[in-house]
């Protein structure tokens, strides 16, 4: 059952748990929002079995720059797995401020499964996980490192993980944007599932609270090591399509 694994590695098309936080504001504000993508995708790899997705969450920003959240997604990749889980909740908190032009993004992820039974299953660990992170944005660009404090995502002695990734976001005008991205997840201990994921992202602002974006997304992972029951690759090139409602 190992090589059926779709680890929980973008929370979601553009609302990528890399960009939950809300920007340090004058002040403090507290939003919902509502979505669907026709796949979800997670550091490149499909955590709905390359099917679409409900999603939605809130994010309360205090004006000090402290926040917190939660966020949630239906997936498919612990059952296919082996193990009973149907909802990824996402809870998370840290601080946003900056020094000079530089802004920063401090703060803590808990990647919640459950109900999920994945421990009971050979060769697999619990997949409940969590991460620290920390972010540097210069400009358009940031860069954001996260480490695993638990076993990741259900690899055994995963422990000391990581994930690097860079990003751009670019304003074109008349409510479009464009954010290209590029990332590299390390599982300790379980170096043949390492790999680089990339991904393009065009979004558009429509108005309302309503958000569409269209997005190519690939990784270079062993397709002998992410499919599905089918036996499709979860990391391959596609394009993912959502639409995202913030109240």
Same mark, same amino acid.
């Given at each position: 059952?190992? +090589?059926?694994?779709?680890? &929980?590695?973008?929370?979601?098309?553009?609302?990528?748990?890399?960009?939950?936080?809300?920007?340090?504001?004058?002040?403090?504000?507290?939003?919902?929002?509502?979505?669907?993508?026709?796949?979800?995708?997670?550091?490149?790899?499909?955590?709905?079995?390359?099917?679409? %997705?409900?999603?939605?969450?809130?994010?309360?920003?205090?004006? &000090?720059?402290?926040?917190?959240?939660?966020?949630?997604?239906?997936?498919?990749?612990?059952?296919?797995?082996?193990?009973?889980?149907?909802?990824?909740?996402?809870?998370?908190?840290?601080?946003?401020?900056?020094?000079?032009?530089?802004?920063?993004?401090?703060?803590?992820?808990?990647?919640?499964? &459950?109900?999920? +039974?994945?421990?009971?299953?050979?060769?697999?660990?619990?997949?409940?996980?969590?991460?620290?992170?920390?972010?540097?944005?210069?400009?358009?660009?940031?860069?954001?490192?996260?480490? %695993?404090?638990?076993?990741?995502?259900?690899?055994?002695?995963?422990?000391?993980?990581?994930?690097?990734?860079?990003?751009?976001?670019?304003?074109?005008? &008349?409510?479009?944007?464009?954010?290209?991205?590029?990332?590299?997840?390390?599982?300790?201990?379980?170096?043949?599932?390492?790999?680089?994921?990339?991904?393009?992202?065009?979004?558009?602002?429509?108005?309302?609270?309503?958000?569409?974006?269209?997005?190519?997304?690939?990784?270079?992972?062993?397709?002998?090591?992410?499919?599905?029951?089918?036996?499709?690759?979860?990391?391959?090139?596609?394009?993912?399509?959502?639409?995202?409602?913030?109240?």
């Amino acid at each position: 059952m190992k +090589k059926i694994l779709v680890p &929980s590695l973008l929370a979601a098309s553009l609302l990528s748990v890399t960009g939950i936080a809300q920007a340090q504001a004058a002040e403090s504000t507290l939003s919902f929002n509502a979505g669907v993508v026709s796949d979800y995708r997670y550091r490149g790899i499909s955590q709905s079995r390359l099917e679409p %997705a409900l999603q939605g969450g809130f994010d309360y920003a205090d004006k &000090s720059g402290f926040y917190v959240g939660a966020w949630g997604s239906t997936i498919k990749w612990i059952k296919d797995a082996g193990g009973d889980a149907n909802v990824e909740i996402d809870l998370y908190g840290g601080y946003k401020g900056a020094v000079g032009d530089v802004s920063y993004d401090l703060g803590f992820l808990r990647y919640e499964y &459950s109900g999920n +039974k994945l421990g009971n299953v050979a060769g697999f660990a619990n997949a409940n996980t969590n991460e620290v992170y920390g972010a540097a944005t210069v400009g358009p660009v940031t860069l954001k490192y996260s480490h %695993a404090l638990s076993n990741l995502f259900g690899f055994v002695d995963s422990k000391n993980s990581y994930y690097v990734d860079l990003s751009g976001t670019f304003d074109l005008g &008349s409510g479009f944007s464009l954010v290209p991205h590029v990332g590299y997840q390390s599982i300790k201990n379980n170096g043949a599932y390492s790999y680089t994921d990339y991904s393009l992202t065009l979004a558009k602002d429509l108005g309302n609270g309503l958000t569409a974006t269209a997005a190519v997304v690939g990784t270079d992972a062993d397709k002998a090591l992410y499919y599905t029951p089918a036996g499709k690759f979860t990391g391959k090139t596609g394009l993912v399509v959502g639409l995202k409602y913030t109240f």
